[in-house]
C-alpha cells in the first residue's frame, strides 16, 4: 500500500529508510484520527523518531498528507476498476466513484477532514486536479471524442472546485445525499458536454444501488491496508 507510493517516489528522489518510517506513522495517524488533528509531536512518538528529525525532512504536515492522497487516489481507482469489470459502462463509472467519495465524507469524519485537508492545500490540490483530470478523460474519451487530455486539465480548474464544494456542504432535511449526488454528477456531465438522457441514465443507476455501502466497504479494505504495512 504505502510501499507502492514509496517505491513510486524511490524512483524519482529515493527516500531515507527514516523518511520512509515517518511516512507510514504520519499516515496511520492521518487516517485514524484525522489530519488536522495529528501533530509532528504525535508523528514523533508513534515512529520513535526525533521531533527535529522529522521537522527536518517534512516542515509542515501537507508534505507528508501528499504521500497518502496518492494512495486515496488509488483507492479511487479501485472503486473504477471494480465498476467497470462489472458494468463494463465508463459512465456509470465515473458517477459511482463520485457517490462513493461524496459518501464517504458524508458519514466518516476523518475521511472528510483528509480530503477536505487536501483540497485545501496548494500541494496537494494541484496533484488531485491533474490525477482527476487523467482520470476523466480516460472514463470519458469514447462518450467525448472531440476532447483531449488538455481539455480535461482546462475544465479540472472549474470542476475541482464544485467538488470541494459538493462534498463540504453538509446534506440536511432539504438536502439529502441522493440531492447532492445527481446535483454535483450532473453538473460535471454537464460542463463536459455529455447528453442529457446518458447523463440522466447513469446517475439514476447510481442512485439506485447502497453506495453507502460500497463507499464503507471500500474504504475498509483501504485503511485495513494501510493497517497491514505498518504492522
Known sequence: ??????QRHSMINPLSDTEIQILRSASGLFVKQGFSKTT???????S?????TITYHYKVKEDML????????????????????????????YVLEIAVQIALCETDDKAYDLYYSAYNHPHTF????EWAAKKNYHLLKDILP???EDDFRKLENITSGIEL?????????????NDKITLFAGSMLKIYGVDEAKRKSAI???IALDYVKIAKELWSRFVKRLDDVNK
Open 204 to 206: 439514476e443507476k447510481v
Open 146 to 148: 472531440d476532447m483531449d
Open 66 to 93: 501528499r504521500v497518502l492522497i496518492e494512495e486515496i487516489m488509488d483507492y479511487h481507482l479501485d472503486v473504477i476498476a471494480e465498476a467497470e469489470e462489472k458494468s463494463g459502462d465508463t459512465l456509470f463509472s
Open 40 to 46: 509532528h509531536r504525535q508523528i514523533a512518538a508513534e
Open 165 to 177: 464544494a459538493a462534498f463540504t456542504s453538509p446534506t440536511n432535511r432539504y438536502f439529502n445525499l
Open 126 to 129: 494541484d496533484y488531485i486536479k
Open 1 to 6: 500500500m504505502i510501499n507502492s507510493i514509496i
Open 48 to 52: 520513535g523518531i526525533g521531533l527535529g
